[in-house]
C-alpha cells in the first residue's frame, strides 16, 4: 500500500498541479458572473500562474459572453478579478477550499493516470511481492513441513484408491442403478479436490480458509455417512433433490432478473423445472421441497436440518469445530475478532498469512477424508481396500502428533519471545 500511496502523490502532484486547481478556481469565480469560460481562456489563467502573476488575472472575454453574463457593458470587453488584497496564504488558503472540487471533476482523469503509472510499476511491484511470499512460504516449510508433506502423502493415496475403485465398479454400478455408488464417488472426488485446497492453503499459510474449506468436507463426510446407512432410496433421492435446488435457483434469477447481467430464465425453462419438481413432491411428498428433503422420510422430520442428519449419524461431537469453522464462513463478530493464525491475546488485525493456527485445520482434513474414502471403499471390501484403509488410519496418528508438536513448539517459541521482551 505505500507503493500505492507514493504513487498517487506523484501523480496527483503531476496532474493538479499549483496552476490547474488556481486555473479551475478562477474559472469557478467567472462562473458565479454567468461566464463559461473557454479551455482557451483557462489555459491563458494557467499560463499567467505559472508565470507567477497571482494578483490581476485578465481575460479577455467574447461579445457573447459579456451579454450572457450579469455584467455591465463597458467599452473594455475584458474582466479583471484582483486578489491583490490578499497575501500568498489567503490565496493558498483560497485554493484549498477548491481542491475538493477540483479532485471531484478531475478523478476520472487522476484515477487513469494512477492506474497507468500502478501498472508500469507492476513488475517490480509483483516481484518483491513474490520474493517476499516466497520466504515466508519457505520458512513456513521448516517449521511444518514433516506435517505437510505426510498430509501429501495422505492426499496422494486417497485420491488414487478412489480413482481405482471408481474405474473397477463403476460399469457394474451403472447397469445395477447403484445410486450409493453414485453418490459415495462423487462426494470422494469433491472431498479430494476439496483435499488440494486446504492443502494449498497450510503451505501459504492461510489457516483460516482452510478450515473453512474444511467445513464443506465435514458436511460431505456426514452425507456420505446417512447415505451408506440408509442406502439406494435416500441416495437416489438425494440425487434428484438437485432439480429442487435449480426450481429455487431459477426462481431467485427470475426475481432479480432486471439487476443480474444473465438476465432471466426462459418461460419453457422455469415451466420444465417446475413440472419435474412436481412429479418428485408427488413421488416423495411434499416435505421432499424442504432443504434437506431428501433424508425426511427416514428421519422421520417434515422439515429436518443438518444437525439433526449429523446426530443421527454418530458426528454430532464435531458440532464444535463445525461451530469454530463457520466463523470462518459467515460475516458475525467472531469471525472478525477470532483467528486460527494468531495466538490467544495477539492483538493484530491479520490480514494476510500466518506460520501458525495450522494445526486445527490440517486434523480435520485428515479426519473427514478418512471417513469419506473409508466409507466408499467399505462398501466393497476385500484384502487390498482394507490395507490401505489401516495405512490410512496409521498415516492419520502421524501426521497429527507432527502437527501438534509444531503447533506447541511454536507457541512455546512464541511465549518465550514474549517473556524476553517482558524482561528487557
Given at each position: 500500500?505505500?507503493?500505492?500511496?507514493?504513487?498517487?502523490?506523484?501523480?496527483?502532484?503531476?496532474?493538479?498541479?499549483?496552476?490547474?486547481?488556481?486555473?479551475r478556481l478562477?474559472a469557478?469565480?467567472f462562473?458565479?458572473?454567468?461566464?463559461?469560460l473557454t479551455?482557451?481562456q483557462i489555459?491563458?489563467?494557467?499560463?499567467?500562474?505559472?508565470?507567477?502573476?497571482?494578483?490581476?488575472?485578465k481575460?479577455?472575454?467574447?461579445?457573447e459572453q459579456?451579454?450572457?453574463?450579469?455584467i455591465?457593458p463597458?467599452n473594455?470587453?475584458?474582466?479583471q478579478?484582483?486578489l491583490?488584497d490578499h497575501?500568498?496564504g489567503?490565496?493558498?488558503?483560497?485554493?484549498d477550499?477548491?481542491?475538493?472540487?477540483?479532485?471531484?471533476?478531475?478523478?476520472?482523469e487522476?484515477?487513469?493516470i494512477?492506474?497507468?503509472?500502478?501498472?508500469?510499476?507492476?513488475?517490480?511491484m509483483l516481484?518483491?511481492?513474490?520474493a517476499e511470499?516466497s520466504?515466508?512460504?519457505?520458512?513456513?516449510?521448516?517449521?511444518?513441513?514433516k506435517a505437510?508433506?505426510?498430509l501429501?502423502?495422505?492426499?496422494?493415496?486417497v485420491l488414487?484408491?478412489?480413482?481405482?475403485?471408481?474405474?473397477?465398479?463403476?460399469p457394474?454400478?451403472?447397469?445395477e442403478n447403484?445410486?450409493?455408488f453414485?453418490?459415495?464417488t462423487?462426494?470422494?472426488?469433491?472431498?479430494?479436490?476439496?483435499?488440494a485446497?486446504?492443502?494449498?492453503?497450510?503451505?501459504?499459510?492461510?489457516a483460516?480458509?482452510?478450515?473453512?474449506?474444511?467445513?464443506?468436507?465435514?458436511e460431505?463426510?456426514?452425507?456420505?455417512?446417512?447415505?451408506?446407512k440408509?442406502?439406494?432410496?435416500?441416495?437416489?433421492?438425494?440425487?434428484?433433490?438437485?432439480?429442487?435446488?435449480?426450481?429455487?435457483a431459477?426462481?431467485e434469477?427470475?426475481?432479480?432478473?432486471e439487476f443480474?447481467?444473465e438476465?432471466?430464465?426462459?418461460?419453457?425453462?422455469?415451466?420444465?423445472?417446475?413440472?419435474?419438481?412436481?412429479q418428485l413432491?408427488?413421488r416423495?411428498?411434499r416435505?421432499?421441497?424442504?432443504?434437506y428433503?431428501?433424508?425426511a422420510?427416514?428421519?422421520?422430520?417434515?422439515d429436518?436440518?443438518?444437525?439433526?442428519?449429523?446426530?443421527?449419524v454418530?458426528?454430532?461431537?464435531?458440532?464444535?469445530?463445525?461451530r469454530?469453522?463457520?466463523?470462518?464462513?459467515?460475516a458475525?463478530?467472531?469471525?472478525?475478532?477470532?483467528?486460527?493464525?494468531?495466538?490467544?491475546n495477539?492483538e493484530?488485525?491479520l490480514?494476510?498469512?500466518?506460520?501458525i493456527?495450522?494445526?486445527d485445520?490440517?486434523?480435520?482434513?485428515?479426519?473427514?477424508?478418512?471417513?469419506?474414502?473409508?466409507?466408499?471403499?467399505?462398501?466393497r471390501?476385500?484384502?487390498?481396500?482394507?490395507?490401505i484403509v489401516?495405512?490410512?488410519?496409521?498415516?492419520?496418528?502421524?501426521?497429527?502428533?507432527?502437527?501438534?508438536?509444531?503447533?506447541?513448539r511454536?507457541?512455546?517459541?512464541a511465549?518465550?519471545q514474549?517473556?524476553?521482551e517482558?524482561?528487557?
Open positions: 500500500m505505500e507503493t500505492l500511496h507514493n504513487l498517487f502523490i506523484t501523480e496527483l502532484q503531476n496532474s493538479l498541479t499549483f496552476k490547474t486547481i488556481g486555473a478562477i469557478k469565480k462562473g458565479d458572473f454567468g461566464i463559461i479551455e482557451e489555459k491563458g489563467i494557467e499560463n499567467q500562474l505559472e508565470a507567477g502573476e497571482l494578483e490581476n488575472f481575460i479577455e472575454l467574447s461579445d459579456v451579454a450572457a453574463s450579469s455591465q463597458s473594455d470587453p475584458s474582466i478579478i484582483d491583490s497575501d500568498d489567503k490565496i493558498a488558503e483560497i485554493l477550499k477548491a481542491i475538493q472540487e477540483a479532485l471531484g471533476e478531475a478523478l476520472p487522476v484515477s487513469d494512477l492506474l497507468k503509472a500502478l501498472k508500469s510499476e507492476a513488475t517490480s516481484k518483491k511481492q513474490r511470499r520466504r515466508f512460504e519457505n520458512n513456513l516449510r521448516k517449521e511444518w513441513g505437510l508433506d505426510l501429501e502423502m495422505l492426499l496422494a493415496i488414487e484408491s478412489g480413482g481405482d475403485f471408481n474405474e473397477e465398479f463403476r457394474v454400478a451403472s447397469v447403484d445410486y450409493v453414485e453418490v459415495l462423487r462426494i470422494h472426488a469433491r472431498g479430494c479436490q476439496i483435499g485446497e486446504v492443502l494449498t492453503l497450510l503451505k501459504s499459510g492461510f483460516d480458509g482452510a478450515h473453512a474449506r474444511w467445513r464443506t468436507l465435514h460431505l463426510a456426514v452425507v456420505a455417512f446417512f447415505v451408506q440408509y442406502g439406494n432410496d435416500v441416495a437416489e433421492r438425494y440425487l434428484l433433490h438437485e432439480f429442487i435446488e435449480s426450481y429455487k431459477a426462481n434469477y427470475h426475481t432479480y432478473a443480474l447481467p438476465g432471466a430464465p426462459s418461460d419453457e425453462d422455469l415451466s420444465e423445472l417446475e413440472n419435474i419438481r412436481e413432491l408427488n416423495f411428498g416435505s421432499f421441497k424442504n432443504k428433503g431428501w433424508a422420510s427416514v428421519l422421520n422430520i417434515d429436518p436440518n443438518f444437525d439433526q442428519i449429523e446426530q443421527d454418530g458426528l454430532a461431537h464435531e458440532r464444535p469445530y463445525y469454530l469453522a463457520s466463523h470462518n464462513v459467515h458475525n463478530p467472531k469471525g472478525i475478532t477470532f483467528k486460527l493464525g494468531l495466538f490467544p495477539q493484530l488485525l490480514a494476510g498469512p500466518s506460520i493456527g495450522l494445526a485445520p490440517g486434523h480435520g482434513i485428515i479426519r473427514s477424508l478418512l471417513r469419506i474414502t473409508s466409507t466408499l471403499l467399505i462398501t471390501p476385500n484384502l487390498d481396500r482394507l490395507a489401516q495405512v490410512m488410519n496409521k498415516l492419520e496418528e502421524e501426521i497429527g502428533t507432527a502437527l501438534i508438536d509444531t503447533h506447541y511454536l507457541e512455546k517459541d511465549h518465550d514474549y517473556e524476553l517482558l524482561d528487557n
